[in-house]
């Protein structure tokens, strides 16, 4: 596994802002009228075969499709702990992922049954996603706010796309204070989508890990993080009353607003361990889109 290091931290899978197709510059105007050339984020469609059965057509940016597709799959329960997956195949001509299984499988009825949520880019839930919550247990998983802030601040000096263009959400999966896996994309479902496919593919353990993602934190971000068995979900920004009500049930540790020095914590404060001063916290750097400087 190549690794990639940034900002004196060693990534698994970092943010490529200068990746071949992900972004191009286009020519306007600024409000003065002026010339300017700026970054704008690339998407595309990408659609998902499970076997023989065509699943959904996704937007996306065409980075780690393989993990895309696979942890899309997984998030829906169309692929479960005991399916062999016997190869993933992508094909950048036709836009599509053919994921592969042992034995085959069958889906149609929950096709028949979608719920649109509000991730951007139009997120899917197909019908049965949220009927494996009743009985869910996720790992106890006690967190230093020392470790919160650490990985805030690696994170937003963390070179990538959203600096360099915007327009996109980034899902990182941390152990401890150290981020692992950085992906993005247009949406954050995407994004979550590729974490776990990494980890399907990698058989990575969801026990000790925190999910830190930029957008909102809705049921269908807490359902997955819960979904995957990762027991934390942290974000910059903030929550819906579903999510909350979710994250409650489930037992998951729910932090947004998670900013400088500030967050606030709306499920599991229990395991919260407040271990450094506030005080001694600095502000988020203010970000630019151009070039991905931080100033």
Not at 131 to 140: A, H, R, Y
Not at 257 to 273: K, N
Request: proline letters at 4%; hydrophobic letters at 35%.
């Amino acid at each position: 596994m190549q690794l990639a290091k940034l900002n004196d931290h060693t990534y698994l899978i970092a943010p490529n802002p200068s990746g071949a197709g992900l972004s191009r510059s286009v020519a306007g105007v600024d409000h003065n009228g002026q010339p300017v050339d700026t970054s704008v984020v690339e998407e595309r469609p990408l659609t998902i075969y499970l076997n023989s059965q065509e699943i959904v057509t996704a937007m996306t940016i065409g980075d780690y499709p393989e993990y895309l597709a696979l942890g899309f799959l997984r998030n829906q329960r169309m692929l479960s702990d005991t399916d062999q997956v016997t190869a993933v195949q992508f094909d950048e001509e036709l836009e599509t992922v053919v994921v592969r299984t042992a034995q085959e499988t069958n889906h149609e009825d929950k096709l028949k049954k979608k719920t649109r949520t509000s991730g951007c880019a139009v997120g899917t839930v197909f019908g049965d996603m949220m009927e494996g919550l009743e009985d869910l247990e996720l790992p106890l998983l006690s967190i230093r706010t020392s470790d919160l802030y650490q990985l805030s601040s690696i994170i937003n000096r963390t070179p990538s796309l959203y600096l360099e263009a915007g327009a996109i959400h980034g899902t990182v999966l941390c152990e401890g204070n150290r981020p692992l896996v950085y992906m993005e994309d247009v949406g954050r479902h995407n994004a979550v989508d590729k974490i776990a496919g990494w980890m399907l593919e990698t058989r990575t353990s969801p026990d000790n890990k925190l999910l830190y993602t930029t957008g909102r934190l809705t049921s269908e971000m807490v359902i997955k993080c819960a979904l995957m068995g990762i027991p934390a979900l942290a974000s910059r920004s903030g929550f819906t009353a579903w999510g909350v009500e979710i994250a409650q049930q489930v037992g998951l540790t729910l932090i947004g607003r998670l900013r400088g020095a500030r967050f606030i914590c709306l499920s599991g404060q229990e395991r919260l361990t407040y271990d450094a001063d506030p005080s001694s916290v600095a502000d988020d750097p203010k970000k630019s889109r151009r070039k991905g400087a931080i100033t």
